[in-house]
């Protein structure tokens, strides 16, 4: 099975908002609602950040949400703050009864 | 608040099996499924599979022929083992309570290394 593909790097100012795409196919993302997105801070262990395409876990902060179209999964920050700066993975369900990750994003806080 | 310690070789040759062990504290395996999930030196994150607290099990196509997930409730453990390793598999292994969708606690990750 191929990661998902998610885009290198995205940038922004704080206070910002910012849109992380994350694109499978029909086997994958497009054909089922379990799309989750992880946090992950250098040399930490990643963290459970929106699960089911656009759910929060508790303690999550609403400035982070989740949304699908098609094939395409996006993960919105807004208000972007110096905390946020880490690497955001999504993941799928798949056909194969199996889950895949993304490429993973860095996000950078100007 | 639960926590997850993991153990186990950090040093293979090629051709070894990888054998972890994540003990829970703090909570029981009831109820939950149970992810390891591995991570190349400054590469992504890669789902290896999971188990439920019943036994059954998923596992990522690309190593299933070389993956045995295993639980114990006796022992509040879960475990990974990985046969006939190669430098491909070098990388940081995390265990995580819930599957991908639902992981809710981490191991602090192992990094296993793969070197004749």
């Known amino acids: 099975q191929s990661a998902l593909t998610q885009p290198a790097s995205v940038s922004g100012s704080p206070g910002q908002s910012i849109t992380i795409s994350c694109t499978g196919t029909?086997?994958?993302?497009?054909?089922?609602?379990?799309v989750s997105w992880h946090q992950q801070h250098p040399g930490k262990a990643p963290k459970l950040m929106i699960y089911?395409?656009?759910n929060r876990p508790s303690g999550v902060s609403n400035r982070f949400s989740g949304s699908k179209s098609g094939d395409t999964a996006s993960l919105t920050i807004s208000g972007l703050q110096a905390e946020d700066e880490a690497d955001y993975y999504c993941?799928?369900?798949?056909?194969?009864?199996?889950?895949?990750f993304g490429t993973g994003t860095k996000v950078t806080v100007l | 608040q639960v926590q997850l310690q993991q153990w186990g070789a950090g040093l293979l040759k090629p051709s070894e099996t990888l054998s972890l062990t994540c003990t829970v504290y703090?909570?029981?395996?009831?109820?939950?499924?149970w992810s390891w999930i591995r991570q190349p030196p400054g590469k992504g994150l890669e789902w290896v599979g999971e188990?439920?607290?019943?036994?059954?099990?998923k596992y990522n196509p690309s190593l299933k022929s070389r993956v045995t997930i295993s639980i114990d409730t006796s022992k509040n453990q879960f475990s990974l083992n990985l046969s006939s390793v190669t430098a491909a598999d070098t990388a940081v292994y995390y265990c995580?309570?819930?599957?991908?969708?639902?992981?809710?606690?981490w191991g602090q990750g192992t990094l296993v290394t793969v070197s004749s």
């Open positions: 995580a309570r819930g599957g991908v969708r639902s992981t809710s606690a």
């Open positions: 703090g909570g029981s395996l009831s109820g939950y499924y």
């Open positions: 188990i439920k607290d019943s036994g059954s099990t």
């Open positions: 029909s086997s994958d993302v497009g054909g089922y609602d379990y």
């Open positions: 089911d395409v656009s």
């Open positions: 993941s799928s369900y798949t056909s194969s009864n199996s889950y895949v």
